[in-house]
């Protein structure tokens, strides 16, 4: 999952606890209607989960995938290429600075935009990745993404000296707008755009799941902004109080930007 600040990921930890967003992503593989013969980026792989499902549909198509992070893109090439060889190439790359020796056909992305801070950029770079005709599929965080989780950090953060670099911070997260999201990619050239904000919301089985699917997840950056182990677990230790006594427990309040765009034939 690619992140303009803060790219490392813990990829085993993340691959273990990825279950809802794979089931995202299964839904934005399905609207991209692959034939099966296509060039596809997988834009943000991650550590391959979804990249090897895409190329399960292409047995006579290919994958370009790339990721932001490191560890990510080490995983995935370690269980991509094994079964796929030279149907999928795996690299390290910025999503708002990348170029590709050819144009693909489609561009596949899940649960990455929403890490990029710079969108405008991010689709420019898109749409000269695509071949003229070619389509976006995509979905990643927006709208009022995780909003109730970001408030228990801001009010467990108040007056706490342990948490005080997080006071007057809303995370790392550019929770876009379908209509804002729209212009930007009209702006960029896309056509036939269709974008929506849908609930995604996750339930976590319990305290011990929630406080590993926050520390690889959604507070990574939180808590690489506290200066102490002592500040980390306190900070968790609160957020999930807060989760267990919510209703229903142990739920996150994700909601999911979906968008559909195509680069026009001419131009």
């Known amino acids: 999952?690619?992140?303009?600040?803060?790219?490392?990921?813990?990829?085993?930890?993340?691959?273990?606890?990825?279950?809802?967003?794979?089931?995202?992503?299964?839904?934005?593989?399905?609207?991209?209607?692959?034939?099966?013969?296509?060039?596809?980026l997988d834009a943000g792989c991650g550590a391959g989960g979804l990249t090897a499902e895409i190329l399960e549909q292409l047995p006579h198509g290919q994958v370009i995938a790339i990721d932001g992070s490191a560890q990510m893109v080490e995983r995935a090439r370690v269980q991509l290429e094994a079964r796929f060889g030279d149907r999928v190439r795996v690299e390290v790359?910025?999503?708002?600075?990348?170029?590709?020796?050819?144009?693909?056909?489609?561009?596949?992305?899940?649960a990455v935009f929403h890490h990029i801070p710079d969108h405008p950029a991010l689709f420019r770079c898109l749409w000269q990745a695509l071949r003229p005709g070619g389509r976006l599929v995509a979905q990643c965080g927006g709208g009022p993404n995780l909003e109730r989780l970001r408030t228990h950090v801001a009010e467990v953060a108040a007056?706490?000296?342990?948490?005080?670099?997080?006071?007057?911070?809303?995370?790392?997260?550019?929770?876009?707008?379908?209509?804002?999201?729209?212009?930007?990619?009209?702006?960029?050239?896309?056509?036939?755009?269709?974008?929506?904000?849908?609930?995604?919301?996750?339930?976590?089985?319990?305290?011990?799941?929630?406080?590993?699917?926050?520390?690889?997840?959604?507070?990574?950056?939180?808590?690489?902004?506290?200066?102490?182990?002592?500040?980390?677990?306190?900070?968790?230790?609160?957020?999930?109080?807060?989760?267990?006594?919510s209703d229903p427990p142990f739920e996150l309040d994700h909601w999911r930007l979906n968008i559909w765009a195509r680069r026009p034939m001419k131009g």
């Open 93 to 110: 790359a910025d999503l708002t600075a990348f170029t590709l020796e050819h144009p693909v056909d489609v561009i596949f992305s899940n």
């Open 159 to 245: 007056d706490d000296a342990l948490l005080a670099s997080l006071v007057g911070w809303d995370g790392p997260w550019n929770n876009a707008d379908a209509e804002t999201t729209a212009v930007r990619l009209a702006d960029a050239g896309f056509i036939e755009i269709v974008t929506s904000v849908t609930p995604g919301f996750v339930e976590l089985d319990d305290a011990a799941h929630a406080r590993a699917f926050l520390t690889t997840i959604n507070l990574r950056s939180h808590l690489s902004r506290l200066g102490s182990d002592e500040a980390r677990e306190h900070l968790l230790d609160a957020v999930v109080e807060r989760l267990a006594a």
């Open 1 to 40: 999952m690619t992140s303009q600040g803060d790219r490392e990921w813990d990829a085993f930890a993340y691959d273990r606890l990825a279950d809802p967003q794979r089931a995202w992503g299964r839904t934005v593989l399905a609207r991209a209607a692959l034939r099966g013969n296509e060039t596809v």
